[in-house]
């Protein structure tokens, strides 16, 4: 079973290529529930999808909407809030309704309910048809640190020192080191998965995610085995990882 690998010119080439494929989805079905990312990785996505709306009509007005993690302990009003993000970044720009999007509640005060509530919101929507997904440096997928369950579902992680570091210099200071996030039994049953990469630093991580053993100290390698995976990256992450056939 082998991913389709495309791989973009550029960041911005990329960012058109995985708008293209969100687009077609949509097109194809305007009831479309989208599995949505945040990060660096997606920026050039969203804006090229506010392009799309403001210039050639994409209508979002029917498409629902489930991120894949949130912050725990903070407020969704909170700046280093990915509720605060995807406000800024995409939502605020589109004709989608405020009732079709879904995050986790970071700051829900039972959080084995709040899991159990999205879990159930997400099948009440009929599941996620297009999931798009980042890559951590060590091969996180959402919150799913190396060593997280194959099984499991939307839970509370313990974000590692890494990934701290690394959402600190995208996000700055104060990243909590709790979040919420879909689990990888979750993420793997979307129909199909959208796996963005780009720039040199996540050469490593691409190829060991994707040509290396299936193991849960690199979670992203689980996804050798989604039968609807498409895999966009730029030239300097596709350095590794030559062929995948």
């Not at 077609?24 to 990312?37: M, N, Y």
């Not at 959402?167 to 990888?184: D, K, Q, R």
């Amino acid at each position: 079973m082998h991913p389709e690998l495309i791989i973009a010119e550029d960041y911005q080439d990329l960012s058109r290529k995985a708008a293209l494929r969100v687009a077609e989805q949509i097109k194809k079905k305007p009831t479309t529930v989208l599995g949505l990312a945040t990060g660096k990785t997606p920026l050039g996505l969203y804006r090229e999808l506010i392009r799309l709306h403001q210039e050639e009509g994409l209508d979002f007005s029917r498409v629902k909407t489930f991120n894949l993690d949130e912050y725990y302990g903070i407020s969704s009003e909170d700046k280093r809030s990915f509720h605060y993000y995807m406000w800024e970044n995409l939502f605020k720009h589109l004709n989608i309704p405020r009732g079709n999007i879904h995050l986790p509640d970071g700051g829900a005060q039972d959080i084995e309910e709040e899991c159990r509530r999205y879990e159930e919101a997400i099948r009440e929507a009929g599941g996620i048809d297009l999931q798009v997904l980042g890559i951590g440096s060590n091969g996180h997928i959402g919150f799913n640190e190396p060593g997280t369950e194959w099984g499991s579902l939307t839970h509370l992680a313990q974000l590692t020192p890494e990934t701290i570091k690394d959402n600190e210099e995208e996000g700055g200071e104060g990243i909590p080191g709790f979040a919420l996030t879909m689990g990888i039994k979750t993420i793997m049953r979307a129909n199909r998965i959208l796996l963005l990469a780009y720039g040199e630093s996540k050469a490593n991580i691409i190829a060991r995610a994707l040509k290396g053993p299936v193991d849960k100290s690199v979670p992203a390698s689980i996804l050798q085995l989604h039968p609807g995976l498409v895999v966009i990256v730029d030239k300097e992450a596709a350095k590794f990882l030559g062929s995948l056939t």
